[in-house]
């Protein structure tokens, strides 16, 4: 396990060598980027080869297979390829993992497997099984082994309630304003070798469970830290977990998950044991990222893709994913019925390369979906389209027939977004005619009821807007632009609301395209009745200068009727009244963590769609999202109101 402070001396390498950040696909210059992409690459190849990381074969290999399929996207400023300086943290399983079946897939397919192990040692400048497993956290004993069948789990989903509105009643909390300020950290996990920590934790049975970017998933006891069972999946687990609420008939309580290969999981709570594993789509490019919901012994599973950056392949033949619900029997992963967002795409010519095109595509569903059992509707927010022609069901709100799957009614956002890393590629040829915004709705759908008893349909966009929908018809009933929005976000991750309020965290992250208005990151609360402003918690930026940090708010949110629980991209760990937008307790998380394996891991930018969780007066924060030009970090922080 690489230490804090070896993982950010090697950071800081890379980052002397003076590499491009992160900069918007849509203002990239190609031309100067190739430029500089050689002479980056010889920068790089000389600094790791200096350090005794590799040998001078490797280096040669490595340095030819990065410039033959990595360098145009991760040296030339496309917002979704991390630059050399981020993979640089990455142990080197990671970047084989993500040439031979992860996300950089249909890239890898041109390289031998000598290539991809080269590449893989050279931009990490560490060697293929460098990284033990001496990180695991120690395993419990005795009565910390134990799930106590009593403790149910007082969280529904990673929604938190039916509603999806990312409530936590204060009972459960046990986080008050009045002694928010007591908490202290009592023990944290690390996730060897990554950059990110993102899988929201889920409780049961005094235990927490959590899913890591090490394609690990772990059940430790809440009070120690010690580890009841770990479970290896087949790649990384980025999701919340969900769990059975309860014994079905004496079968085992199971907890659910997926995998960023598009494998979802069912185990056995109690012992870890794998119940079923299913490939919840054949699309190669098919991801899982979003957590299914969970109503009535059905899996509502949303299916998402990596396919919209590997279009910015010359050679690939864009675009056919489909985004997707697949609505699965929770006791036997079999396949109830699917519901497709996107009409089967058909051949449309070919691109300036003579490689043949297709359309429609894409409308990945990123997050979980909310089932509304009253009116027999699951809703769904949907992404942009990948391929001409842009669909009526991409970028918006999606009514579902909860029965059939038969889409009941939709609310688009944004009409005409058909998009894909190729676009501000001359040379690639992939990019629709459209070239839309790239306004996905990141975020799931929430409801939440006013004080006369009316129901309100939530969605936050990527365009910085809040809609409310009647959940009835799908007629709009107010709809407010709160951020600046963008590629980056924009409201990114999720949204929650209480109390006649709607707490939405702005990113507004930096992604080097021209706005017509201000970046505007920070926490607003806004009146569920009309969408107007409640109060605002503008993001004052602490960063002072450094690098890879930003003021604003990407992740999931939650909220109890006292308190705003949100983590920055700053890395800060912020608690606010939720009444009035003060701040009561602010923790800044980039530091390293010794942790209880007794590896020494590091926090980060805190975003993605795990959203902080307070039980019985902890706090379970994950830090560190080391893509998209954010801080790196692999730690679950648990803090305790100390008595």
């Known amino acids: 396990m690489m230490t804090g402070q070896i993982f950010w001396q090697r950071f800081g390498v890379a980052l002397g060598i003076g590499m491009a950040l992160v900069a918007g696909a849509h203002n990239a210059q190609p031309a100067i980027a190739q430029e500089q992409a050689s002479t980056q690459q010889r920068e790089v190849a000389e ?33 979704r390829a991390p630059p050399v300086t981020v993979l640089a943290t990455l142990p ?30 050279f931009l990490t400048g560490r060697k293929m099984g460098e990284q033990a497993a001496s990180a695991s956290p120690p395993m419990c004993a005795a009565k910390a082994n134990w799930f106590n ?38 023990w944290s996990l690390a996730f060897p070798g990554v950059l990110y920590a993102r899988s929201q934790p ?11 970017d090490n394609a690990r998933v772990y059940a430790l006891d809440a009070e ?40 979802g999981y069912a185990v056995n709570l109690h012992t870890g044991k794998l119940v079923w594993k299913r490939q919840l789509d054949t699309h190669p490019s098919a991801t899982l990222t979003g957590s299914p919901a969970l109503q009535g012994g059905v899996l509502y599973w949303p299916i998402s893709s990596l396919e919209e950056p590997a279009a910015a392949m010359p050679t690939y033949p864009c675009c056919t994913f489909r985004g997707s619900v697949a609505a699965l029997d929770s006791r036997t992963g079999a396949e109830v019925w699917r519901a497709y967002v996107v009409d089967k795409p058909v051949a449309r010519g070919a691109n300036a390369h003579g490689v043949a095109q297709f359309g429609p595509s894409g409308a990945a569903i990123w997050s979980t979906p909310l089932v509304d059992q009253a009116r027999g509707q699951v809703y769904v927010t949907t992404g942009d389209n990948y391929s001409s022609p842009a669909n009526a069901l991409s970028d918006a709100i999606v009514a579902i027939d909860m029965k059939t799957g038969h889409v009941k009614w939709a609310y688009q956002a944004t009409a005409g977004d058909s998009w894909n890393v190729s676009c501000g590629w001359a040379d690639v040829g992939n990019c629709p005619e459209e070239d839309g915004p790239d306004h996905d709705f ?56 209480t109390g006649g309020k709607v707490f ?54 939650s909220v109890t009727d006292r308190v705003l629980l949100a983590g920055s991209t700053d890395a800060h760990m912020r608690v606010y009244d939720s009444g009035t937008g003060a701040v009561l307790w602010d923790y800044d998380t980039n530091r390293d963590f010794t942790t209880v394996s007794g590896a020494v891991a590091h926090g980060g930018s805190i975003s993605g769609g795990s959203a902080p969780i307070a039980w019985q007066g902890k706090l379970f924060v994950n830090s560190g999202y080391g893509g998209l030009g954010k801080m790196p970090g692999n730690v679950l922080l648990v803090f305790d109101v100390a008595k």
Not at 517 to 527: D, E, Q, S
Request: hydrophobic share 40%; with cysteine.
């Open 504 to 557: 939405v965290p702005i990113s507004d992250f930096p992604d080097g395209a021209d706005h017509e208005a201000p970046a505007n990151p920070g926490i607003f609360a806004l009146k569920l009745k009309d969408g107007s402003e409640a109060w605002s918690a503008r993001a004052a930026d602490v960063c002072k200068g450094q690098r890879f940090c930003f003021p604003g708010y990407g992740g999931a949110v």
């Open 47 to 79: 600094i790791l080869y200096r350090h005794g990381a590799v040998d001078a074969a490797t280096t040669a290999l490595g340095g030819a297979a990065y410039g033959k399929v990595c360098s145009t996207c991760h040296d030339g400023g496309v917002n």
């Open 92 to 121: 080197p399983e990671a970047i084989y993992r993500a040439l031979t079946g992860g996300r950089m897939m249909e890239q890898g397919k041109s390289l031998s497997d000598a290539e991809k192990t080269a590449v893989s040692e």
């Open 149 to 186: 069948p009593a403790k149910t789990p007082p969280l529904s989903g990673w929604g938190l309630d039916s509603r999806n509105s990312h409530t936590i009643p204060a009972s459960v909390a046990g986080i008050t304003p009045a002694n928010v300020g007591k908490l202290k950290l009592k």
């Open 442 to 497: 990141g975020a799931a759908p929430i409801m939440a009821r006013d004080a006369a008893g009316k129901d309100y349909l939530l969605a936050g966009q990527k365009s910085g807007a809040v809609y409310a929908v009647d959940p009835a018809t799908g007629a709009e009933l107010w709809q407010r632009k709160v951020g600046r929005g963008g590629a980056l976000g924009g409201i990114h991750f999720g949204i929650a609301s």
């Open 202 to 212: 889920a409780l049961a049975g005094g235990a927490v469970i959590v899913g890591g």
């Open 224 to 263: 120690t830290g010690c580890a009841r069972w770990i479970f290896e999946a087949s790649g990384p687990v980025r999701m919340g977990v969900v769990i059975d609420p309860a014994t079905r008939n004496g079968a085992a309580q199971l907890a659910y998950f997926g995998d960023v290969l598009g494998n």
